[in-house]
Structures are given as structure tokens and as C-alpha cells.
């Protein structure tokens, strides 16, 4: 199954646009669940939501607090893990990633839920298709 | 049907810049530029809702070193 998601035109502060991959995605945890359109970022080694989100969904957090290079500079953040479900256009179109490992940013400025690489590109082929969309495809190997 | 997904990203969001959004049955429910007030939001006013919800940046994304 091919799951099919576009970039979206953003007006910038300065007046400029920029066009970002923006994908539908679920975040689990038990019962309890959010929906976001994330930014999809294959520059970014680890999945990160705000603390906000992970205090919502009840996820447990190590105590380590570890450093991660961010938008706003080096911000501490720490690991969870999450179950990521990629939505299609119809419920059963979707593909579930579980047990993602994630950095929980502490940050509460930091406010992006961002896909990263690790506990999810290799569990697809991702095609960017000049900021037109991006296709997800499943490996059979998973 | 359109989904959240698809209204969001055909529509314009220029207004909310700089803003968390919700997104539910092709409209804006709620935003505020804090995650946790839009999420209050909800709750209390759209009990059975279960938005979509993204943030429109406005600002540059980058990574620094």
C-alpha cells in the first residue's frame, strides 16, 4: 500500500512563502490518542513532539535529560516511545509504526511535532516528489 | 469525504499564522499560538471532537550547528 501526502504553502513572518512536506499522522498511547499534521524532516535523526503532547498521551519519559540539536539551538529533550499511525484517505488505508522511539522536547517553546528518520524511514520507501507530494510505501521485508 | 488532512491542506491558512489549529468537519474549531490552551479548548468545547491539529509556523525552520 502507497500512502500519498503533499507540501503545504506557508506564509512566513517576513511576508515570503515556503512550502513544507506535511503528513497525517496519529500518536498513541494506550487509549488515548492525537491527530497532527507533522513535518515530515529527513534532516532530523529522532521523531520530537512537545512535552505538551507526551503529558497528554501519557507517555513515560527516561529521566535522563539529553541534548538535541533544534530549531531554537541545543534544547534538552527526553526519550519515549510512541505508536505512529499513517493515515490514509480511507480508515483502512494506513500503516502503523509501534514502539517509535521519540524525543520529548522540555522546551515549551519548542512546539513542533516533527517525523524523523530513525524508527521510521527504514520501515518505508518515502519518495519526494518535487514539493508536489510524498509517497510512503511499506517494505514487504516488514 | 475530504478528511481533515485534505481540507487543511487545500485551503488557506494565512490568517493563523504563527498559531496551533484544530481542525474538524471541514472548518477551524479552535486555535491559539500555545498547544496546551488549543487542546483546553477543545475539550471543553468540543467534547467529541478528535481534530486534526498542526501548527502554522512562520518562521524559518532550520537546523543550527
Known amino acids: ?142 | 469525504m475530504t478528511t481533515n488532512y485534505e481540507w487543511f491542506m487545500e485551503n488557506n491558512m494565512d490568517k493563523f499564522s504563527g498559531k496551533w489549529v484544530a481542525i474538524d468537519g471541514n472548518k477551524v474549531l479552535e486555535s491559539d499560538m500555545k498547544l496546551d490552551a488549543l487542546l483546553k479548548k477543545v475539550k471543553d468545547s468540543y467534547p467529541k471532537s478528535r481534530p486534526f491539529i498542526t501548527k502554522i509556523r512562520d518562521k524559518l525552520l532550520r537546523l543550527r550547528s
Do not use: W
Not at chain 1, 530513525?118 to 519526494?128: D, N, R, S
Not at chain 1, 510505501?137 to 516488514?142: D, G, H, I, N, V
Open chain 1, 1 to 142: 500500500m502507497t500512502l500519498s501526502y503533499k507540501f503545504k504553502k506557508f506564509k512566513l513572518e517576513n511576508g515570503m512563502y515556503t512550502k513544507r512536506p506535511i503528513v497525517d499522522i496519529i500518536l498513541k498511547h494506550e487509549d488515548k490518542y492525537l491527530e497532527f499534521g507533522a513535518i515530515l524532516d529527513s534532516g532530523s535523526d529522532l521523531t520530537t513532539i512537545p512535552k505538551t503532547v507526551a503529558d497528554y498521551l501519557g507517555l513515560k519519559t527516561e529521566n535522563a535529560e539529553l541534548e538535541m540539536v533544534g530549531y531554537r539551538g541545543m534544547g534538552k529533550v527526553r526519550e519515549s516511545r510512541v505508536t505512529i499511525i499513517f493515515k490514509g484517505k480511507a480508515q483502512r488505508q494506513e500503516e502503523i509504526l509501534n514502539n517509535v522511539p521519540i524525543a520529548v522536547m522540555q522546551d515549551p517553546f519548542e512546539e513542533d511535532v516533527i517525523i524523523g528518520t530513525f524508527g521510521v524511514f527504514e520501515y518505508f520507501k518515502i519518495v519526494f516528489n518535487d514539493t508536489k507530494n510524498i509517497s510512503f510505501t511499506r517494505l514487504s521485508k516488514f
